[in-house]
Nanobody
Framework: QVQLVESGGGLVQPGGSLRLSCAAS???????MGWYRQAPGKQRELVAT???????NYADFVKGRFTISRDNAKNTVYLQMNSLKPEDTAVYYC?????????WGQGTQVTVSS
């Protein structure tokens, strides 16, 4: 069972960039890793996932703007976010999944505003 800690959130202007990191307490080799987000008053939604070999899957609303990556040696997953929009404002959560087992980080706030 791994514990996840997100970092890298903050306040950024529209059009700007942020890089989120998710550090795991142990090996992430067996897990599909993902980033999700939850805006105020809305349900948590998938942003992107990545398998151990590095196959990525993205929500349509971030395709071409966000890139998920993983460093299995460092037990860390990243989310590079470019061309940020105000509607990207949300708490971003990291997730590790293996079959029915799922664990979440505590989240990091991303605010896109001028």
């Amino acid at each position: 069972q791994v514990q996840l800690v997100e970092s890298g959130g903050g306040l950024v202007q529209p059009g700007g960039s942020l890089r989120l990191s998710c550090a795991a307490s142990g090996s992430i080799l067996v897990y599909v890793m993902g980033w999700y987000r939850q805006a105020p008053g809305k349900q948590r939604e998938l942003v992107a996932t990545i398998t151990t070999p590095g196959r990525a899957n993205y929500a349509d609303f971030v395709k071409g703007r966000f890139t998920i990556s993983r460093d299995n040696a460092k037990n860390t997953v990243y989310l590079q976010m470019n061309s940020l929009k105000p509607e990207d404002t949300a708490v971003y959560y990291c997730n590790a999944a293996l079959g029915r087992y799922v664990t979440w980080g505590q989240g990091t706030q991303v605010t896109v505003s001028s």
